[in-house]
């Protein structure tokens, strides 16, 4: 069993819509829950940083944790075809430099 | 300012070659990451060093997968006896150095081997 799933769409939504991103994970040693945006031939960037459980906003985009369900989610709201990218969940545990990461969602957002 | 540069940003090579992936962190940043990207498979933690020293290892696939790092800055990854298997696009990163501070990407190389 990998240590992240993450489903990896593709996930096609028209613009304006709601769209929810999750990662399910085993390790119950994992505390901090990120999210990264990559657009195809660059490198990951950071979106979102969570610490334990609970919820995170930042503009247009919300981060839940779930740790009792060992369950994370990117919610993504009024969607822009700018948002079209693959969406990387990754985590790792409070000690050790070892990070985690889904295997990425693929999302286009249609104008 | 300047972000994390890697060069090649391609290479093809044929089975069987040695190869030698340069990452350029963020001047200052300590510490630096290598990940592999495969299709499908999602980032691949494959060494960390922090300053020069890499105190985790774990994720390098084979012996034929080796690392440096120098002057606390740039950083090769060399890959012997290259396999097909080992195509992927090879990713860096560097951080400020602490546990939860940011890691910064770079674009990857993308390493193909015939």
């Known amino acids: 069993q990998k240590e992240v799933e993450q489903d990896p769409g593709p996930l096609s939504v028209p613009e304006g819509a709601i769209v929810s991103l999750n990662c399910t994970y085993s390790n119950s040693a994992f505390q901090y829950f990120m999210w990264y945006r990559q657009y195809s031939r660059k490198g990951p960037e950071l979106l979102m940083y969570t610490y334990s459980s609970g919820n995170k906003e930042d503009g247009r985009f919300t981060a839940q944790v779930d740790k009792s369900s060992k369950y994370i989610s990117l919610f993504i709201r009024d969607s822009q075809p700018s948002d079209s990218a693959t969406y990387l969940c990754a985590m790792s545990q409070p000690t050790g430099n070892q990070f985690y990461f889904g295997t990425g969602t693929s999302l286009t957002v249609i104008p | 300012g300047a972000g994390v540069s890697q060069s090649p940003s391609n290479k093809v090579t044929e089975k069987g070659k040695d190869v030698e992936l340069r990452c350029d962190p963020i001047s200052g940043h300590t510490a630096l990451y290598w990940y592999r990207q495969s299709l499908g498979q999602g980032l691949e933690f494959l060494i960390y060093?922090?300053?020069?020293?890499?105190?985790?290892k774990s994720g390098l696939p084979s012996d034929r997968f080796s690392a440096e790092r120098t002057g606390g800055s740039v950083s090769t990854l060399t890959i012997q006896r290259t396999q097909q298997e080992d195509s992927a696009v090879y990713l860096c990163?560097?951080?400020?150095?602490?546990?939860?501070?940011?890691?910064?990407f770079g674009p990857g190389t993308r390493l193909t081997v015939l």
């Open positions: 990163a560097s951080s400020l150095g602490g546990h939860t501070d940011t890691q910064y």
């Open positions: 060093f922090q300053g020069n020293s890499a105190p985790d």
